[in-house]
């Protein structure tokens, strides 16, 4: 599933290309997603400026000039630029124009979505699917002992196992199954330590080495399983730098301990027990 670094790649990828061009056609090849594709978006759409591309969490934010444009991958989605002659591809699903280039959601499985913001209902961050998020791990809310702090405070009373209160996006959006793995090694913390139980020093560690892994995982283009590709049509290439994740069995990259791997709330989880222990 895309996370994170994989729409902020996406992201980096079609900013050059769209900010500042206008719509010229949409078309709702089939738009039975996640949730049903607003069917008056090649009305409402078309003449509208693509203002700016942003992103909050999973979801891409494309400010027209009167609302805005969430965009989720889902599960499988990907999002590229293409010519506006090139051929439409099985699973394309929806195809929105401006001139001779053509932005496409390509989703085989349909987990994806696209929905529509009218800047009449309110500012985008109040939109129900925003509102509850954590904050960005890159914004100023998480620089140094803020993002420390942060960690501390939404982290006590707290049972649940770090990874799954990391993997919630309650307190900082963005880390998921394969940073979380990447993180917590990082910052020599088990997996299944109860998130209460987290010191002050180790959520320190923790809000530092969720912005150093998200960081890497953005600068090697994400990470590809089976499905991402960037607009380029490439894949991610950050599963060969992983210090845990997807290697059990193998010895730890510090200090050769066979990595390990437990299943957490139906995920994978890798880690080391010589360097994470509880």
């Not at 979505?113 to 904050?135: D, F, M, R």
């Not at 394969?178 to 209460?196: D, M, N, R, V």
């Not at 193998?250 to 200090?255: D, G, S, T």
Request: aromatic residues 8%; proline residues 6%; charged residues 25%.
């Amino acid at each position: 599933m895309p996370e994170l670094p994989e729409v902020e790649v996406t992201r980096l990828g079609i900013q050059p290309y769209l900010e500042g061009r206008k719509v010229t056609a949409v078309k709702i090849i089939d738009g039975r997603l996640r949730w049903p594709v607003p069917k008056h978006l090649p009305k409402t759409l078309l003449g509208q400026k693509l203002q700016a591309i942003t992103r909050r969490g999973k979801y891409l934010l494309l400010e027209m000039d009167t609302g805005y444009l969430l965009v989720h991958l889902g599960m499988t989605g990907t999002l590229r630029v293409l010519p506006l002659y090139e051929n439409l591809k099985l699973h394309d699903r929806v195809t929105i124009d401006f001139g001779k280039l053509s932005l496409r959601l390509h989703d085989p499985r349909k987990f994806g979505a696209v929905l529509w913001h009218p800047k009449t209902n309110g500012p985008i961050e109040k939109y129900p699917l925003l509102q509850k998020l954590g904050v960005e791990p890159f914004s100023e809310e998480f620089i140094g002992e803020v993002g420390a702090q942060l960690l501390f405070q939404k982290s006590r009373k707290r049972t649940i196992a770090v990874k799954q209160f990391l993997l919630a996006g309650e307190a900082v959006v963005g880390v998921g199954n394969i940073y979380c793995s990447e993180s917590l090694f990082e910052a020599g913390i088990h997996p299944a330590k109860a998130t209460g139980k987290l010191t002050r020093p180790q959520c320190t560690r923790l809000a530092a080495a969720v912005k150093l892994i998200l960081k890497k995982a953005i600068e090697a283009g994400g990470s590809s399983l089976k499905d991402f590709v960037n607009t380029d049509g490439d894949p991610g290439h950050f599963m060969v730098h992983t210090k845990v994740y997807d290697r059990k069995g193998l010895p730890c990259k510090v200090c050769k301990t066979p990595i390990k791997q437990i299943v957490q709330s139906q995920r994978s989880t890798y880690f080391c027990s010589q360097c994470q222990k509880r």
